[in-house]
Every structure is written in structure tokens, then in C-alpha cells.
């Protein structure tokens, strides 16, 4: 995979892991009935969280090897920080948190993606 192409995926995990947090509460007694209750299960969003994280971490290592900007990962850190403690803030909170969290992982990756887009190419040495 590319790091373009890993930039992207990690921006979809993420959006795909906020839809899930923030959706769970209205369909989460339809879940039971049809037989798939984990979904609603905290392993499961910790699961996708870390996988969302570690994709960051990959993507945006290859950035910074390349534009040499550390800030795309204390995006990607601060957002995963967030979002990992996202009970912390109680329940009335949680929603926006969520969106905070996904945000920061979500423009980690998009600022990620412009830098790398603006770096100038390197002419290969034979």
C-alpha cells in the first residue's frame, strides 16, 4: 500500500468507527433481536479505534519521512487520545467527543496528504 492510499483508508476506518460510536445508541436494541449484539460491544470499538490508530501511525510515518512535519501525528495522537476516552466525559458529552476525536485522526490524516502533496519530487539517483 502507498501512503496515499494509506491515508485514505485510515480516513474511512475512522469515519466508519465514529458512524458506528455515534449510531450504536439508536440501533443498539435492534441488534439484540437479529442476533448481533457484539457489534454493541466495547472490544469491538476499541478493536476498530486501534486499527484506525495504527493505519494513522503508518501513513503518517511515511509522511514524515517525506515532508519531514511532525504536527500531522500530534494531530493523529492527540485525536486517538481523545477518542480512546471518550466515556471519561460522560454521556451527555460522549457524541461530541467522539466527533473531536475523529476530527483530529481525520485532519491528521487530510493535512498528512496536502503536505505530502506539496513536497517536491526527488529526481531518482541511478
Known amino acids: 500500500m502507498t501512503q496515499r492510499s494509506l491515508d485514505k483508508t485510515g480516513i474511512w476506518v475512522t469515519t466508519l468507527c465514529a458512524l458506528h460510536c455515534l449510531a450504536l445508541p439508536v440501533i443498539l436494541p435492534l441488534l439484540s433481536v437479529i442476533g448481533l449484539s457484539f457489534i454493541g460491544e466495547e472490544f469491538l470499538e476499541r478493536t476498530i479505534l486501534s486499527l484506525s490508530i495504527v493505519i494513522g501511525l503508518i501513513a503518517l510515518g511515511f509522511g514524515v519521512r517525506k515532508h519531514a512535519q511532525w504536527y500531522p501525528l ?53
Open 74 to 126: 500530534l494531530l493523529l495522537i492527540c485525536g486517538g487520545a481523545v477518542y480512546w476516552n471518550k466515556d471519561s466525559f460522560g454521556e451527555f458529552a460522549e457524541p461530541l467527543v467522539i466527533l473531536i476525536g475523529a476530527g483530529l485522526i481525520i485532519a491528521a490524516h487530510w493535512v498528512n496528504l496536502r503536505l505530502v502533496r506539496s513536497c517536491p519530487i526527488k529526481p531518482q539517483v541511478q
